[in-house]
């Protein structure tokens, strides 16, 4: 079956870095485009990061600069590099995975809270 498991999550202090990973199995990764999203209490899941099947990214404003996607096919993973966070980058993290018109598959979630 179909497995995305997130990793990385924890606490970090205001400017500080973290790196999330999603490892997937029981899919053709390399042709999904992957995604990274996030959930606050109370608010509804947001965009965070994509990356397509063939590297192309997209980040909303509000991460722009600060967070990268980048993919290993080799590896099945795919990982945000988070810099310079912020108290409102707080949140839970999930992993997605989407193709074509295949309901998107998502992870666990793993923990960010950005506090000092």
């Known amino acids: 079956q179909v497995q995305l498991v997130e990793s990385g999550g924890g606490l970090v202090q205001p400017g500080g870095s973290l790196r999330l990973s999603c490892a997937a199995s029981?899919?053709?990764?390399?042709?999904?485009?992957m995604g990274w999203y996030r959930q606050a209490p109370g608010k509804q899941r947001d965009l965070v990061a994509t990356i397509t099947s063939g590297g192309s990214t997209n980040y909303p404003d509000s991460v722009k600069g600060r967070f990268t996607i980048h993919r290993d096919n080799a590896k099945n993973t795919v990982y945000l590099q988070m810099n310079s966070l912020k108290p409102e980058d707080t949140a839970v993290y999930y992993c997605?995975?989407?193709?074509?018109?295949?309901?998107?598959?998502w992870g666990q979630g793993t923990q960010v809270t950005v506090s000092s």
């Open positions: 997605n995975a989407k193709f074509s018109t295949i309901p998107a598959y």
């Open positions: 029981g899919i053709s990764f390399s042709i999904y485009t």
